[in-house]
């Protein structure tokens, strides 16, 4: 399967950015697929995780209530909704499809800078 995101750029603080990832190669619907980031120096860690069917959805503790993550099958595409974004929200985001309980396959990276 082949992810392409998109959406990426610079914002304020307290901004809001919509990130995009398309898909394609396989049946997008059958997977779970997640949004991931890696900020300068630091390792890559998980942000949210959207199964399937739309009906179960999880987030890091840090965007709890500030990030929303969406799919429209019917489109391949994967969505988040990022509002009230801090500098620390710094980062290149990653979209991922998740097969076999592991993220198997990653698109490229958008990078998103928020400045103070």
């Known amino acids: 399967v082949q992810l392409q995101a998109s959406g990426g750029g610079l914002v304020q603080a307290g901004g809001s950015l919509r990130l995009s990832c398309a898909a394609s190669?396989?049946?997008?619907?059958?997977?779970?697929m997640g949004w991931f980031r890696q900020a300068p120096g630091k390792e890559r860690e998980f942000v949210a995780y959207?199964?399937?069917?739309?009906?179960?959805?999880y987030y890091v503790e840090s965007v709890k209530g500030r990030f929303t993550i969406s799919r429209d099958n019917a489109k391949n595409a994967l969505y988040l909704q990022m509002n009230s974004l801090k500098p620390e929200d710094t980062a290149v985001y990653y979209c991922?499809?998740?097969?076999?309980?592991?993220?198997?396959?990653w698109g490229q990276g958008t990078l998103v800078t928020v400045s103070s």
């Open positions: 991922a499809v998740r097969e076999g309980g592991d993220y198997r396959y």
């Open positions: 190669g396989r049946t997008f619907s059958n997977y779970d």
């Open positions: 959207i199964s399937w069917s739309s009906s179960s959805t």
